[in-house]
C-alpha cells in the first residue's frame, strides 16, 4: 500500500486546477490562527524558520512518486498543514522540485506573514506563481479574522506584500477570503482598493467560506456580496474576480485501485464535498460514494454539513475543529 507522507492529491484548487499539493510544514504549525482554516486550529504559532519536514525526504518523494501524477496535475503546489515559508529550506526544496517536474509550473500559497525575511522574500521570487493572502486592511480586522502571531505587525504585513508585489514577476494571485460581519463591509473594501491601487498583481481573487472551518464565526457571505465586492473593485482599476469552482476531470482517468487511499489521504489534508473527489480522481459520484461509505463505516472519516453542502473529513483532520 502507497503512503505518501509529503505528496497530497492531485486536490481540487479553484484557483489553479488539478494541484498536486507538496506539504512542507507539519500541521499544524504557523504564524497564523485563522478562523476560516480548513486545516483546522493552529498547534504551534512561530515566526521561527526551521527544517520542520526534512527537504532531502520531501524531495525524494517527490522524485520517486511525481510521474505517476504527471499527467493529472495541471500544478505542483508547495503548501503546509500550517505557513509553508516557514520551513527554512524552502528555496532548496524547491530546486529539487524542479530537477524532476517535467516543466510543470510551482506555485506555492502563503499568508504574506513571512515576507519581512529577506530569504523568504528572494525565495518566493523565483515560483512561477504566488499566491499570498492579506484578509484584511486594518489592523484589528487582521487580528480579529486570521488571529496573527503576537510579534506581528499588522502595517508590515501591508508594506512587505505591496513590496513584493511590484518585485515580483510572474503570476501573482492575491487572495482575500471574506467572512460575513468580519471583513465585508464597503470600508474593508475601499480600504483594499486604496492599498492596492497601481500595485503589480495577476488577480485579486474574492472568496468566501467555502468548507467547514476552524472557527464557529467563520461564516461564509452571499454570492450577491462577492459580486457587489468585485465589481467596487474593478470600479476602482483592481483587476479583482470571484474564485470559481473546481470543474474536475474527465472520468476514468484515476481509477487505478487505489481510490479508498487516495481518498483518505486526501481528506487527512482538506474536507471535500463528493463532487470534489469524484472530479480530483476522475471516477463517478456513485463510485465515490461508496468508498466514502466505506470509510464511513470503519470511521475513519466524518460527514458533515455545511453551507448546504455534505463535506467529509478524515477524523484526524476534524479533531483539529473547534468544537
Known amino acids: 500500500m502507497e503512503n505518501l507522507k509529503y505528496l497530497f492529491g492531485p486536490a481540487p484548487s479553484r484557483r489553479l486546477g488539478r494541484s498536486l499539493g507538496v506539504n512542507v510544514v507539519p500541521s499544524k504549525i504557523c504564524s497564523m490562527d485563522c478562523i476560516y482554516c480548513e ?23 517527490f522524485r520517486d512518486n511525481f510521474e505517476k501524477f504527471r499527467d493529472i496535475t495541471d500544478v505542483i503546489t508547495v503548501t503546509g498543514a500550517g505557513e509553508p515559508t516557514l520551513n527554512s529550506r524552502l528555496g532548496y526544496i524547491l530546486d529539487g522540485i524542479r530537477e524532476y517536474s517535467a516543466g510543470k509550473p510551482v506555485a506555492i500559497l502563503t499568508n504574506s506573514s513571512m515576507l519581512f525575511d529577506r530569504d523568504v522574500f528572494d ?32 502595517l508590515d504585513i501591508k508594506i512587505n506584500l505591496v513590496k513584493f508585489c511590484n518585485a515580483y514577476k510572474g503570476t501573482l494571485l492575491l487572495e482575500v477570503l471574506l467572512c460575513e460581519g468580519i471583513n465585508d463591509s464597503e470600508k474593508d473594501m475601499f480600504d483594499l482598493a486604496s492599498l492596492f491601487h497601481d500595485v503589480r498583481i495577476t488577480k485579486l481573487q474574492l472568496g468566501t467560506v467555502t468548507r467547514p472551518p476552524a472557527g464557529s464565526g467563520a461564516r461564509p457571505v452571499s454570492r450577491k456580496a462577492l459580486e457587489k465586492a468585485a465589481e467596487y473593485l474593478v470600479s476602482k482599476g483592481i483587476p479583482a474576480e470571484i474564485t470559481g469552482s473546481f470543474s474536475g ?75
Do not use: Q
Not at 486545516?39 to 518523494?61: F, W
Not at 480586522?141 to 506581528?152: A, G, N, P, V
Not at 482517468?253 to 489521504?265: M, Q, S
Not at 455534505?310 to 483539529?320: Q, R
Open 123 to 154: 525565495t518566493l521570487l523565483r515560483f512561477d506563481i504566488v499566491v499570498p493572502s492579506l484578509d484584511a486592511v486594518m489592523a484589528e480586522t487582521m487580528r480579529k479574522i486570521d488571529r496573527i502571531h503576537k510579534d506581528l505587525i499588522p
Open 39 to 61: 486545516a483546522g486550529r493552529t498547534k504551534m504559532m512561530t515566526l521561527k524558520r526551521s527544517e520542520y519536514s526534512p527537504a532531502d525526504d520531501i524531495i525524494s518523494e
Open 249 to 323: 476531470v474527465k472520468n476514468g482517468v484515476y481509477n487505478n485501485g487505489r481510490l479508498y487511499e487516495r481518498i483518505t489521504a486526501l481528506l487527512k489534508l482538506r474536507p471535500c464535498t463528493v463532487g470534489d473527489i469524484a472530479g480530483v480522481f476522475g471516477v463517478s459520484a456513485g463510485e465515490t460514494e461508496i468508498c466514502l461509505k466505506y470509510l464511513m463505516e470503519r470511521k475513519e472519516i466524518v460527514a458533515k454539513s455545511f453551507n448546504g453542502e455534505d463535506y467529509y473529513s478524515h477524523v484526524s483532520l476534524d479533531a483539529l475543529k473547534d468544537k
